[in-house]
């Protein structure tokens, strides 16, 4: 739940356990880092560089930021600006806090809707990329998959916001807590 969701001075749920969007992203960027580490070895020990390996890096990232998305989404861990909000009435938060969700989802589904149709046009062009001749439409399928994702996690957050499993409380009031 958002900074917005907490503006009622309790914590946030405490989180134990990790998404399924926080062991992809740790094993892409795990791949990412070892991809990057063999392009260094190679390139100032054999004197000779891997002509792939940063242009995969660069998609895996791509891929990395939109697929983690969820994962910031469902930890409520993404920017906002409270500073009004933390002067409302708890129940104003919790309305205001549900209004942002529905705004965040019909921004998130339109984004599935446009990165799909983005995906197919560039798969109809057949466009790929220069070193891997990957199809490009893979790497722009990211768009649509993390808002996907994204879209999942914000209704999830919001049934639990509706449920009151957890009162507003202002991102400074969190972080004080040790989170």
Not at 24 to 52: K, N, T, Y
Not at 117 to 125: H, K, Q, T
Request: hydrophobic fraction near 55%; charge should be neutral.
């Amino acid at each position: 739940m958002s900074s917005l969701e907490y503006a009622a001075g309790d914590r946030a749920p405490a989180r134990s356990r990790l998404s399924v969007e926080e062991y992809v992203i740790a094993g892409v960027l795990a791949v990412m880092v070892g991809i990057l580490f063999l392009q260094v070895v190679a390139r100032f020990v054999f004197s000779d560089s891997i002509s792939w390996s940063e242009e995969l890096a660069r998609y895996l990232f791509i891929w990395l930021i939109f697929i983690g998305l969820g994962a910031v989404v469902l930890r409520a861990e993404h920017v906002a600006i409270d500073a009004l909000v933390v002067r409302l009435p708890q129940v104003a938060r919790r309305v205001l806090a549900q209004l942002c969700h529905l705004v965040m989802l019909a921004v998130n589904i339109a984004l599935v809707i446009k990165g799909v149709e983005l995906a197919y046009i560039i798969g109809d062009l057949g466009q790929t990329s220069p070193a891997l001749s990957l199809d490009m439409w893979v790497v722009y399928t990211a768009l649509p998959a993390g808002m996907a994702v994204a879209s999942i996690r914000t209704v999830q957050s919001s049934i639990r916001l509706w449920r009151g499993a957890g009162s507003p409380a202002s991102g400074a009031e969190r972080n004080e807590g040790g989170r």
